[in-house]
């Protein structure tokens, strides 16, 4: 399979979009796409892969961040994390199909986490709704949107 280095790096950049690490796993999937050169149901297959590892790293973020929350050392104030808690516990778990949305998505992952959603429906809903992100991608390179 010639394509197969690109389906690799599709793969850990769709890692590190769906975590808290900046990466454009949308815009090189597009452009891959673009080049008509690889099967489109591939790349978006190992896009979707890779996102669910990265929701994974997230929650797991999240679930663990709360032991240093009182630490002197550690960025983010308890009070914030206490207040994020919150929010996330009273607007409930369908805050996880805004997932998938940019700037909001990663922290709600991670709210998610350190209030010990279960990791099942976690990473369905924040998995499905990131995926979401690459088949809107795929629909708009086809000219459907």
Same mark, same amino acid.
């Given at each position: ?6 389906? !690799?790096?599709?793969?850990? %950049?769709? +890692?590190?979009?769906?975590? !808290? +690490?900046?990466?454009?796993?949308? $815009? ?6 673009? #080049? /008509? ?5 591939? $790349? ?16 797991? $973020?999240? *679930?663990?961040?709360? *032991? ?12 914030? !994390?206490?207040?994020?808690? *919150? ?7 369908? #805050?996880? =199909? ?5 700037? %909001?998505?990663?922290? %709600? #992952? +991670? ?8 990791? /099942?429906?976690?990473? #369905?809903?924040? /998995? =499905? ?5 690459? /088949?809107?991608?795929?629909? +708009?390179?086809?000219? %459907?949107?």
């Amino acid at each position: 399979m010639p394509e197969l280095h690109i389906l !690799i790096f599709q793969f850990f %950049i769709s +890692i590190l979009s769906a975590s !808290i +690490i900046p990466a454009q796993g949308e $815009l090189i999937m597009f452009a891959f796409l673009a #080049t /008509g050169k690889y099967t489109a149901w591939l $790349l978006v297959s190992a896009a979707c892969a890779g996102t669910f590892i990265g929701v994974s790293a997230n929650w797991v $973020l999240g *679930r663990y961040l709360t *032991r240093f929350e009182n630490d002197k050392w550690f960025p983010i104030k308890a009070a914030y !994390i206490q207040k994020a808690r *919150r929010l996330f516990e009273r607007h409930g778990k369908a #805050t996880l =199909l805004l997932a998938g949305v940019p700037l %909001i998505g990663d922290p %709600i #992952t +991670i709210v998610a986490g350190a209030a010990k959603v279960n990791f /099942g429906f976690y990473l #369905t809903a924040a /998995g =499905l709704a990131k995926c979401l992100r690459y /088949g809107v991608i795929w629909l +708009i390179y086809l000219g %459907i949107v």
